[in-house]
């Protein structure tokens, strides 16, 4: 009989020891989820906040002033994530900002890349 209690000392406390090791796996596994989603959430707003950087220049009728900022910006921001500068007037050129007049107007169009999420393509064009 003293064998018997023995027994069941000892399978009560591998029950114990299996759900507390099952209860931790259920924790760990649930903590994962909520730290994927805020792994995602803090991505995005990172995207969003570089994006906006940039997108605060586009549009028409924008003057060279502005373009030399997004140039500056884009100079900056490539050493981050690759992006692509295009003129569409020969005239421009990205390492010579002389050639952009401050009272000259500028329309800049931008593209985003599908899969980041981040500007790819910054094209100039003066009007």
Known sequence: MDNASKALIMAGAILLAVAIVGLGVYLFSLSQGLIDTAEASLNGLSVDLQNNELLKYEGENRRGSQVRKLMNSVKYLADKWPIELKYTDDSLDEDDYSNIKSGK????????????????KVKITAQ
Not at 105 to 120: F, I, R
Request: charged share 20%; glycine share 6%.
């Open 105 to 120: 107007l500028y329309t800049v169009v931008m593209t985003t890349d599908p899969d980041s999420g981040y500007v790819e």
